[in-house]
């Protein structure tokens, strides 16, 4: 995915690469002399309450479900397990791609509550009444 392209998180929900930002930093990890000179890591921030590309009824769902992740209605990606900057940055798009069309996905539909059938209720009751007999069949019997 190219880095000045649109993000596609669903039909209606594309987000135009000026409403991303990103930080650079140095990294950890391998990377050997390198690390200590180049700022790898990559933080990508979205602001999801703010942002004109959210469609205003999936806005609500979005900030609930990502609730733990967002500070001030920012969800901020860290990348850093690419020694290269360019490799973070796009594993930091996609994982944000990702996390917020999990989060897009509709709700499962309720579950319409059912009730056992006459049959089964006359199964289970027949099958209690032989476990009962089975039981009574055990005991012992004492002959004075």
């Known amino acids: 995915m190219p880095l000045d392209a649109d ?3 669903t ?6 690469p000026g409403e991303l930002r990103e930080r650079f930093s140095r990294s950890s ?15 990508l921030s979205f602001d999801v309450a703010r ?9 609500p769902r979005l900030l609930a479900r990502l609730a733990s992740r967002l500070i001030d209605g920012v ?11 360019l490799a973070n940055r796009e ?14 996905t509709p709700p499962p539909p309720k579950r319409r509550p059912t009730k056992p059938s006459r049959g089964s209720k006359e199964r289970r009751l ?16 004492f002959e004075d």
Do not use: H
Not at 126 to 141: E, L, S, W
């Open 7 to 9: 993000l596609v998180v």
């Open 11 to 16: 039909r209606r929900f594309v987000i135009p």
């Open 29 to 43: 990890g391998p990377g050997g002399q390198g690390v200590n000179t180049t700022d790898s890591r990559v933080e």
């Open 51 to 59: 942002s004109p590309s959210v469609p205003d009824d999936l806005r």
């Open 75 to 85: 969800l901020t990606i860290a990348a850093s397990e690419q020694r290269a900057q």
């Open 91 to 104: 594993a930091a798009r996609e994982r944000l791609v990702s996390l917020l069309r999990d989060a897009a």
């Open 126 to 141: 027949a099958a209690k009444k032989r476990r009962g007999d089975v039981k009574r069949g055990r005991r012992g019997r």
